[in-house]
């Protein structure tokens, strides 16, 4: 829902789907998780039970990434990092780079499920190795990336036999081995809405947004005192843009 709700004001700048988004990661960050900082799977009276699965985690780390795209806000991210940081920790297997379904602080099971089938809904290791290939290229961090890879190659097999049974697994797969597209923007944070409509307006799969500050220093530097948008794509790097009028015609030329 969140990252519905997200993308939805992305597209059409419907305040209230933003709105909505923000407060149901609050509800979650303040209300499902507890002191340790365990996604908790249900809230009722004010009282949490039912510690969340691979599915929870996954769903959430994706639902931040997908808040901090549209607002590029930096408490999203650093939430999305620490908890696929937990989601690994807690769902880990030893020797393989799966993930288990249930986690590895709950009841002790004789037989631990680990499963790359999607379904009505993805499997848990599908959403994991999708939403950390994507922290991974945003961050730049690529402990991250190597661990949804890891995932990916850890049913490739089973995958390879019946692909119908796991579309999610392959637009992850799809991310990993398409060339990087990447949009990193700087310039003042209230600026920025109109490029950022622009970029949702257009199809561009795969693409990762980042935003680099004022742009005050470094690589990312605004020009002429407006937002400036840097785009890399299909192993190449174009000239920066500060105008929607230019920005639009270079995503036609590159898209």
């Given at each position: 829902m969140i990252t519905a709700l997200a993308r939805g004001y992305a597209v059409i700048g419907n305040e209230r789907y933003l709105e909505a988004a923000v407060r149901a990661v609050e509800f979650i960050l303040d209300s499902l998780t507890g002191t340790s900082s365990r996604l908790m799977r249900s809230y009722y009276l004010g009282k949490t039970s039912g510690k969340g699965f691979l599915e929870d985690y996954a769903n959430f780390v994706g639902a931040l990434i997908e808040l901090h795209q549209v607002t590029f806000t930096d408490?999203?991210?650093?939430?999305?990092?620490?908890?696929?940081?937990?989601?690994?920790?807690?769902?880990?297997?030893?020797?393989?780079?799966?993930?288990?379904?249930?986690?590895?602080?709950?009841?002790?099971?004789?037989?631990?499920?680990?499963?790359?089938?999607?379904?009505?809904?993805?499997?848990?290791?599908?959403?994991?190795?999708?939403?950390?290939?994507?922290?991974?290229?945003?961050?730049?961090?690529?402990?991250?990336?190597?661990?949804?890879?890891?995932?990916?190659?850890?049913?490739?097999?089973?995958?390879?036999?019946?692909?119908?049974?796991?579309?999610?697994?392959?637009?992850?797969?799809?991310?990993?081995?398409?060339?990087e597209y990447t949009v990193t923007i700087s310039g003042e944070r209230n600026e920025l809405k109109p490029f950022l409509c622009l970029l949702y307006s257009k199809f561009i799969p795969n693409a990762v947004f980042r935003y680099a500050g004022k742009g005050e220093a470094g690589n990312y530097q605004t020009l002429e005192g407006r937002p400036t948008v840097y785009v890399c794509a299909k192993n190449a790097c174009y000239q920066p843009v500060n105008r929607i009028e230019a920005l639009s015609t270079l995503l036609e030329e590159i898209t």
């Open positions: 408490r999203y991210l650093e939430q999305a990092s620490h908890f696929a940081t937990e989601m690994l920790r807690i769902f880990g297997t030893d020797n393989s780079g799966a993930l288990f379904e249930s986690g590895n602080d709950g009841e002790k099971l004789l037989v631990k499920h680990i499963s790359s089938h999607d379904g009505v809904m993805p499997s848990g290791n599908s959403m994991a190795a999708l939403a950390l290939l994507r922290l991974g290229r945003i961050t730049g961090d690529s402990f991250f990336s190597k661990r949804g890879e890891a995932i990916l190659r850890s049913f490739m097999g089973t995958v390879a036999q019946a692909p119908t049974n796991s579309l999610y697994f392959l637009s992850a797969l799809d991310f990993s081995d398409s060339p």
